[in-house]
């Protein structure tokens, strides 16, 4: 019985030296990180992984990632590596200036979002190197704890108030699952519905990964759909930082069509919405193109008429007509025995689906 285990153990062994990577799994990948400094060039967290190295921020230069320093939490930056690996190394090029030991007394972490602390690839205490050149020899290379399985890799410092300069980061491990289940939405081919779009502020600016441009929505007060199953709600940003990210889980998952982001203000006041960029991750459930109400401006309602089998007379009702946020709006009729249904869009726009609902009198007596 021993001897199996451990001639099980051996060829395992042997097959995972054979399909060991040696390509760096983070080059070109997407990242995030808590907060970006800003300059001429903001420092964005994929400079890290980008295909442009250096050793120094200059300005305008897209070398090292950079983020804030915020005094009351720590800085993080994460990688989405877009499949499922077990994470055997990762590479570290810091800054050459004085704050190249900022970087000391961090975690790498390995897991499934961005920040996600689900397994502790290494804690490093000790200071790293300060680089001269970006050489292999400058980088700081860790092996990780066995068992670092995940899709993004998060380094996260042990102090607050730290500003967190990553020049280049490599990742190697082996492939665990090609497909994850969910991933990055491509927002080039997401239509954008808002309140009213403020001048010289085109709504692609909070879509197009360019954090000068922003995306700004004049004051829009509505009460939002009470049906709206919310991923969160009454969410405060801390802002105490340039950049700051937001990274919200939606726990459980949701389904739907539209993502809803609003100033929720009690009593409703006049507020502008404004942020520099969006990055949603979705699963995808249905890949129909969608041809919906949406549009700048406030729809009308949709006419609905349904013809009485027994009296061939006709009842009407119209929707609401609050589509600029709604994904679905329901009318309800009294029962009757039902020959024609004819839906009347006022202004001409597309209905995406129409779903239709029928309960028997007599079984609702019944309760
Ligand atoms: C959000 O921030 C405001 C202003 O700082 C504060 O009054 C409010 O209680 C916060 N709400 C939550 C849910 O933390
Ligand atoms: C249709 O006719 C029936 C029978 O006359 C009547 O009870 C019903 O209210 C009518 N409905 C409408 C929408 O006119």
């Not at 989405?80 to 810091?94: P, Q, R």
């Not at 860790?142 to 990742?171: A, K, M, W």
């Not at 991923?231 to 340039?242: H, L």
């Not at 679905?328 to 024609?340: G, Q, S």
């Amino acid at each position: 019985m021993e001897i199996y285990t451990i001639l099980l153990l051996f060829l395992c062994f042997n097959i995972k030296i054979q399909i060991s990577s040696t390509t760096n799994l983070a080059s070109g990948k997407f990242c995030f990180q808590s907060s970006t400094r800003r300059e001429t060039v903001p420092k964005k967290p994929h400079f890290a992984t980008n295909f442009n190295n250096g050793i120094v921020i200059g300005d305008g230069t897209d070398y090292c990632s950079v983020t804030d320093a915020d005094p009351l939490d720590v800085s993080w930056w994460s990688v989405d590596l877009e499949k499922v690996y077990s994470v055997t190394k990762v590479c570290i090029l810091s800054v050459d200036d004085s704050s190249y030991e900022n970087l000391k007394d961090f975690n790498i972490f390995v897991g499934n979002f961005p920040k996600d602390h689900q397994t502790i690839c290494k804690y490093v205490t000790g200071p790293v190197k300060r680089p001269i050149s970006t050489d292999i020899s400058q980088y700081n290379c860790y092996s990780c704890n066995t068992g670092s399985i995940g899709s993004f890799v998060t380094i996260q410092l042990t102090r607050n108030n730290v500003v967190l300069i990553l020049c280049d980061v490599e990742i190697y491990g082996d492939l665990i699952k090609k497909d994850r289940d969910f991933h990055q939405l491509d927002m080039s081919n997401v239509k954008e519905i808002h309140g009213g779009i403020g001048e010289n502020q085109p709504p692609r600016g909070g879509f197009d990964n360019n954090f000068r441009t922003i995306f700004h929505s004049r004051n829009h007060i509505m009460v939002y759909n009470p049906n709206h199953q919310f991923c969160v709600q009454n969410f405060n940003g801390t802002f105490r930082t340039v950049y700051e990210l937001i990274n919200i889980q939606c726990n459980p998952t949701l389904e739907g069509r539209y993502v809803l982001i609003i100033q929720n203000d009690s009593p409703p006041r006049d507020r502008f919405l404004e942020f520099s960029e969006v990055n949603l991750y979705v699963s995808l459930l249905d890949e129909h193109e969608l041809q919906t109400f949406n549009g700048p401006t406030y729809k009308s309602g949709i006419l609905v008429k349904v013809k009485n089998y027994l009296h061939n007379n006709v009842s009407e009702k119209v929707t609401s007509g609050n589509f600029l946020f709604s994904h679905t709006v329901c009318l309800e009729f009294e029962f009757m025995l039902t020959k024609e249904i004819q839906l009347i869009s006022q202004d001409n726009i597309g209905i995406s689906e129409v779903d239709i609902f029928a309960v028997s009198k007599i079984s609702h007596k019944g309760l």
